[in-house]
């Protein structure tokens, strides 16, 4: 698997189970999975590893939906402000 992104984060599980850092709660620990360097040329990599569809979520911009077009998604999820429903 293709890993971009390398960033220690911070140290929410000890192997020890002693000196456990419990300050920064679940979304630090959430967000060291996220690859900020990922951008619209990396749609293709995916498109070629993959026969499953691609969805891309919380897009927040129309030009955004129309640029996910172009780079042949299958599919998007925008997030609305007024009478948000959850992605299915």
């Known amino acids: 698997m293709r890993s971009k992104f390398d960033d220690t984060g911070s ?5 020890s189970g002693h000196d456990v ?20 040329v990396d749609i293709p990599w995916f498109q070629s590893i993959t026969k499953m569809k691609i969805v891309l979520k919380g897009v927040q911009r129309v030009e955004d939906v129309i640029k996910a077009c172009e780079y042949g998604v299958d599919g998007v999820g925008m997030l609305t402000i007024l009478y948000s429903f959850p992605p299915i």
């Open 11 to 15: 140290n929410v599980q000890s192997t």
């Open 21 to 40: 850092d419990r300050s920064q709660g679940a979304a630090r620990a959430i967000s060291s999975f996220i690859d900020p360097s990922l951008s619209w």
